[in-house]
């Protein structure tokens, strides 16, 4: 495993960076864990001040910022500025919020005297990070546990090191003390070491559902709290609609948005019998508009464009998993090219995979749009909850009330109806079954890695 930055464009490696040492492991555990009484004393208020800082400083250089994972994992301009954006927004809400939702809370009592839920930090957090988002991901786990008072090793994705480095430094440039956020480029062995040590107290990981079940393993044998991001194939339910065309290029645009690299992108389209010939029909018109872009070029929009995958591995697997849907009876319309030399993959638009088969239950995690056609909203319900994960989900009507009756059924931890995703800073996100467990963003997520301390005072 080397920490490297690797051009999917090209499959060239640019630049390499040194992976830790078991010294420098030691070196960053001591010091997160000596930080984290000075930090959790600081009091939240002053805690707040820093964190608003992190957040200027994010806003003040997301074209750099965007620049950089463009060249890292192929994120278009556009959407990496716009990432280092909603990564300030977050950073800002919990500086804004944050004493709120720690803030002591008085429960009613029989007893005689006063009790009090007092939120604490519990110290030092370990943070096993992902490609796919390189700020947000780390904004969303960072910011609400910096203003708890915890401290925080983060490892990053090996194909990420510069932005890494550039979420140290926008810290350190803000006034974090030393130890209290420590990059580290750390090895698979690093983490098991880490996980183990009394030092750290808590675990999160957005990933894949493999690696989840390997961090989750090894919190659970040492007794550490954890929060799983992991997988998902989420459904995306069209009842009806007045205007197919539009439809059809929202639920394109949502699918391809990232090149189809995200965890609750809607991985699969549900579209009622009536309308389902005509949406295919749109999808592959718009597949076939798209062009492959230099990312960097992508400054303003992504309309008819399209990034490379994260790597060329990333793009290899993805055509192996296409391949094997087709031997399993799917149709793929039209794209599923892999280019000779790079990570680019033409969007695909897939239809027939059947329900039963080995591709049905996996996740597609690039520019795919698997359609489904069904009779009923039964069928819809009982084809959208026949999934493996349940990460979220969206429910398509222009009847409201008929949207709303069959989302309120989605075994998925974020349902929406007659938009593709409900987002924001304040907006809790994660899933259920093998997408994992925990929340993050909103005021859930400054209920994780807590302490809610049960204070009692006898008259």
């Not at 993959?345 to 039963?356: D, H, L, N, Y």
Request: hydrophobic fraction near 40%.
């Amino acid at each position: 495993m080397t920490y490297r930055v690797q051009t999917p464009m090209t499959d060239e490696v640019i630049e390499t960076f040194p992976t830790a040492t078991a010294e420098d492991i030691e070196h960053v555990l001591a010091e997160a864990h000596s930080a984290a009484k000075s930090w959790g004393a600081l009091g939240i208020e002053k805690r707040a001040e820093i964190v608003a800082k992190i957040a200027e400083l994010f806003d003040a250089r997301k074209h750099d910022l965007g620049a950089i994972i463009a060249e890292e994992m192929g994120k278009p301009l556009a959407e990496g500025i716009e990432e280092a954006e909603f990564s300030a927004d977050i950073f800002k809400y919990y500086a804004d919020n944050g004493p709120s939702f720690a803030a002591d809370e008085e429960i009613p009592t029989n007893s005689a005297g006063k009790a009090v839920i007092r939120r604490l930090p519990i110290a030092t957090l370990l943070g096993v990070m992902p490609w796919n988002f390189p700020y947000y991901q780390v904004a969303r786990f960072a910011a609400p546990n910096l203003m708890l008072g915890n401290t925080i090793i983060l490892k990053h994705a090996e194909i990420c090191p510069r932005s890494a480095l550039a979420i140290q430094q926008i810290l350190n440039d803000a006034g974090v003390p030393q130890g209290v956020y420590n990059n580290v480029f750390a090895s698979h062995d690093h983490i098991a070491e880490m996980i183990a040590d009394p030092r750290i107290q808590g675990v999160s990981l957005t990933g894949s559902e493999r690696a989840g079940a390997i961090i989750g393993e090894q919190a659970g044998k040492n007794l550490k709290k954890a929060v799983l991001e992991l997988g998902g194939s989420d459904p995306y339910i069209v009842l009806d609609t007045k205007d197919v065309k539009a439809a059809a290029k929202l639920a394109w645009e949502t699918r391809m948005y990232n090149t189809g690299q995200a965890c609750n992108s809607n991985k699969r389209l549900i579209v009622m019998d009536d309308i389902y010939d005509e949406f295919v029909v749109e999808l592959v018109a718009l597949a076939q508009q798209m062009k492959p872009a230099d990312p960097m070029q992508l400054a303003e929009s992504t309309e008819n464009s399209y990034a490379p995958l994260s790597s060329r591995s990333a793009a290899e697997g993805l055509a192996e998993q296409l391949k094997n849907a087709v031997q399993e009876g799917a149709t793929v319309h039209v794209g599923g090219e892999l280019a000779e030399d790079s990570a680019y993959f033409s969007p695909a638009v897939v239809t027939g995979i059947e329900r039963g088969s080995g591709s049905y239950y996996e996740e597609f995690f690039g520019p795919i749009a698997v359609v489904n056609k069904v009779s009923s909203d039964e069928e819809a319900l009982e084809l959208a909850n026949d999934s493996q994960f349940g990460l979220g989900g969206a429910v398509f009507s222009e009847d409201k009330a008929r949207a709303e009756k069959i989302a309120r059924q989605l075994d998925v931890g974020m349902s929406n109806v007659n938009t593709p995703a409900g987002e924001g800073a304040e907006i809790p996100f994660g899933g259920v079954k093998r997408s994992g467990f925990g929340r993050e963003l909103g005021p859930l997520a400054m209920d994780e890695f807590v302490n809610k301390q049960m204070y009692f005072v006898a008259d």
